[in-house]
């Protein structure tokens, strides 16, 4: 059983002798399963079962000659490649066959005389290769979710896949030879025309984006080389209405974020000075009510932390769309600036850079930096490195990870009487709005080791 690699090929010719000599050669010397018919009419029945990758047929046969069997064969097997061996060296029989479609065509006498099978058999291979290859293309056309179509630069179609067809409403059939400005809403094809104009001058393709009704579509222009005489493009059109509209979603959380930190801002933070201002002017003589006022300066301090954590989780909130080259030791050496930490200790082990927004990777930092103060007491000793290859950690050398591990990352959640419950929040989503994760495990000194992964790193 041949191999799906094997080219079958189908030799005709109405010699006998040399139908078989040029099926046995190709078969035993070049690896190609070739089949002898002997005359036009045994070839057509040997084509009826199938099975074949080309034909290869002399011209000049009493039956009917190679180009007339080439027409009786294309009318079932349209794009079978048919190589045709003639006698004739002339013009005329050249311009014949390849008006009529051969994919090739060779000297009978050069083949028998000169022993030329290689050639014949390199020719087979070559057709054989570019009509696979085709009909590979093809397949992927046709079946394609996105819209493509072959266009002339005056807008002409020359072909549409099923995608495209459905999106104009209309059989592939029909749309042929029509204008693009006829079959959609003429401003757009005017745009997608021009643009594919643009393409066949600069023989550069490009990109572009469109609507047309409520669909959002994201085009690429190609050009193309065609044997017309008008040059021609095509057009691949992808729905990106899902994407846009989910762009869209975003932009409006985010708009209904930077409104909620505004208010927190402004409407929150104002009466908590004012608050703290009048605790200021307060003036506590007895020691009972110097306690109740430290309770109340305490709580405020506590209230202005919560704020700037909430005001920081909502801005933290979108995604990164424009990162920067930074490198891990400065960021965590900018972050560590920013806490209090006067018992504790810090370590970078690597000078990588990571493609990142550097003032919220140093939030991220900052934050687990202070959570492996705020959970241990007295000093700790915290170290930032690379993980595997794509990744980096915080580690510490404190009490180790609590049973309730799984829970730290949830808003609001704290184990520590002065935290807020947002810190890790912030983390994790400073990270996700990297395209990050973020996981915590033991460190090898018996503390808290939290694993950021998916990070673009260069040593």
Request: hydrophobic fraction near 35%; charged fraction near 30%.
């Amino acid at each position: 059983m041949s191999s799906i690699n094997t080219i079958r090929t189908l030799v005709v010719d109405d010699s006998d002798f040399f139908a078989e000599m040029t099926a046995d050669t190709l078969t035993q010397e070049h690896d190609i399963d070739a089949v002898a018919a002997t005359g036009a009419s045994e070839a057509l029945e040997r084509l009826e079962s199938g099975g074949f990758d080309c034909v290869v047929s002399d011209y000049e046969m009493p039956e009917m000659d190679g180009l007339e069997l080439l027409d009786e064969i294309r009318r079932d097997n349209p794009s079978i490649p048919f190589i045709l061996l003639t006698g004739r060296g002339d013009e005329e029989t050249a311009s014949a066959a390849i008006a009529a479609g051969v994919a090739d065509y060779l000297l009978k006498l050069e083949v028998v005389e000169d022993k030329q099978y290689g050639r014949l058999a390199n020719r087979i291979e070559n057709v054989v290769s570019q009509d696979r290859t085709r009909k590979k293309f093809e397949s992927l056309v046709a079946d394609s979710p996105d819209g493509i179509a072959h266009l002339t630069i005056d807008g002409q179609i020359l072909s549409v896949n099923p995608s495209m067809a459905d999106r104009l409403g209309a059989d592939t059939s029909i749309l042929a030879d029509r204008n693009l400005r006829d079959v959609m809403d003429p401003e757009v094809a005017d745009q997608r025309i021009e643009a594919g104009r643009q393409v066949v001058e600069t023989g550069e393709a490009t990109r572009s984006e469109d609507a047309v009704g409520d669909r959002h579509y994201q085009n690429q222009y190609i050009p193309v080389d065609s044997y017309r005489e008008s040059d021609t493009f095509q057009l691949v059109s992808r729905d990106i209405t899902d994407r846009v509209e989910r762009q869209r979603k975003l932009e409006r959380q985010n708009e209904r974020l930077e409104e909620f930190a505004s208010v927190v801002s402004h409407d929150l933070r104002n009466p908590l000075n004012v608050a703290q201002g009048a605790v200021d002017l307060l003036d506590v003589p007895d020691e009972e009510n110097a306690d109740l006022v430290d309770k109340i300066d305490r709580s405020l301090d506590r209230m202005g932390c919560i704020i700037e954590d909430v005001l920081t989780l909502a801005r933290q909130g979108r995604t990164v769309d424009d990162p920067q080259e930074a490198e891990l030791e400065t960021l965590a050496s900018t972050a560590w600036n920013w806490i209090e930490a006067e018992q504790s200790s810090l370590a970078v082990t690597s000078s990588a850079e990571l493609e990142a927004d550097r003032g919220r990777v140093q939030d991220l930092l900052a934050n687990l930096f202070r959570n492996a103060i705020e959970h241990n007491d007295g000093e700790v000793e915290i170290e930032v490195g690379l993980f595997g290859d794509a990744g980096f950690y915080v580690a510490d050398d404190g009490s180790g990870v609590s049973d309730d591990a799984d829970e730290v990352f949830e808003m609001g959640y704290t184990s520590s009487e002065d935290g807020t419950g947002f810190g890790l929040a912030i983390v994790e989503q400073v990270a996700e709005a990297h395209g990050w994760s973020v996981d915590l495990t033991d460190s090898e000194d018996g503390g808290a080791r939290f694993e950021v992964t998916g990070v673009e790193l260069r040593n």
